[in-house]
Nanobody, 118 residues
């Protein structure tokens, strides 16, 4: 049974930083794309970032480019999202994803709340 478990969410002031982690179990994702989506209250879920297994190419939504960094450690079956210079509009539940394609992943975590106060 595949599980993706996120951690690292919390409450932070605008301009602060958080690092999200996602540990996968049940199968290896060393040859799969892994990523992050988010959903703010009253809004649709949206893509945030992804990292491929081929040369670890990275992809970001425009609004987080330059502030967020996605990385992975295949030996730990883990993906990270370093979030700097956080803004109130980054407030959302953040979901880890794995497998499938960048915009249509197969597996989803339960989500971790990130709240940025102004």
């Amino acid at each position: 049974q595949v599980q993706l478990v996120e951690s690292g969410g919390g409450l932070v002031q605008a301009g602060g930083s958080l690092r999200l982690s996602c540990a996968a179990s049940g199968r290896t994702f060393s040859r799969s794309t892994m990523g992050w989506f988010r959903q703010a209250p009253g809004k649709e879920r949206e893509f945030v970032a992804a990292i491929s297994w081929i040369v670890s190419s990275t992809y970001y939504r425009d609004s987080v480019t330059g502030r967020f960094t996605i990385s992975r450690v295949n030996a730990k079956n883990t993906v990270y999202l370093q979030m700097n210079n956080l803004k109130p509009e980054d407030t959302a539940v953040y979901y880890c994803t794995a497998g499938g394609t960048t915009m249509n992943p197969t597996y989803w975590g339960q989500g971790t709340q990130v709240t940025v106060s102004s």
